[in-house]
């Protein structure tokens, strides 16, 4: 079956600073996509950045990248010059042939001042 | 000009009640799903529907029925309605196929049953 798991509730990081949110996912396909999501208080699901399971190259959208380690099955989210606006619920994502996307349990990531 | 739309935000209802969730996409995605978010925010899929029909149907009690009239709307209908059905109910819609850009969401309904 295919799993995803966020090992960290919770996190803290000062404004400014990077921060770095972790996902392990299980899986026996080849090819997959990965994905993470923000959902802010607004409670709206907005799609951060994508990873294509078939490509080295990580993926970046501005100030959030991530770090895919295919071997490992690892796919963690860095956000460099975090912002107040960053505050949010995160959700690693899944993407499989069956067009089933499996989301981790999220980490709530709160900014500090 | 909202990508995903679904209605009502907030729905308040008595136990026992019947009650539906509307969703629309003006994406041309072939594919619609509804998505459960509980109380500890975990995001768990219901159905899913490929250019109107039933593509995945998880372990959800048989009072929950999907219909989707065209590619374009997939409805959730929930019948005698529990405490337990509390919780935020997305819509989501996606392309198929190789280049999967993800799902686009609604905005939720906060479904409470009181």
């Known amino acids: 079956a295919q799993t995803v798991t966020q090992s960290q509730p919770e996190m803290s990081v000062q404004e400014a600073e990077t921060v770095t949110l972790s996902c392990t996912y299980d899986?026996?396909?080849?090819?997959?996509?990965l994905f993470w999501y923000k959902q802010p208080p607004s409670r709206q699901m907005i799609l951060v950045i994508r990873q294509e399971a078939y490509k080295q190259q990580n993926a970046t959208e501005n100030r959030f990248s991530v770090n895919f380690q295919k071997a490992a099955k690892s796919f963690s989210l860095k956000i460099s010059d975090s912002q107040l606006g960053d505050a949010a619920m995160y959700f690693c994502?899944?993407?499989?042939?069956?067009?089933?996307?499996?989301f981790g349990k999220g980490t709530r990531l709160h900014i500090l001042p | 000009d909202t990508a995903v739309s679904q209605t009502p935000k907030y729905l308040v209802t008595q136990m026992g009640n019947d009650k539906s969730i509307k969703c629309e996409q003006n994406l041309g995605h072939d594919t619609m799903y509804w998505y459960k978010q509980d109380s500890k925010k975990f995001l768990k899929i219901m159905f899913s529907?490929?250019?109107?029909?039933?593509?995945i149907n998880e372990t959800v009690p048989n009072r929950f029925s999907p219909k989707s009239p065209d590619k374009a709307h997939l409805n959730l209908h929930i019948n005698s309605l529990e405490l337990g059905d509390s919780a935020v109910y997305f819509c989501a819609s996606s392309h198929t196929g190789a280049e999967n850009y993800g799902y686009t969401f609604g905005s939720g309904t906060r479904l409470t049953v009181v």
């Open positions: 994502a899944s993407h499989h042939r069956d067009d089933k996307i499996i």
């Open positions: 899986t026996s396909e080849s090819d997959y996509y």
């Open positions: 529907y490929n250019n109107k029909e039933l593509i």
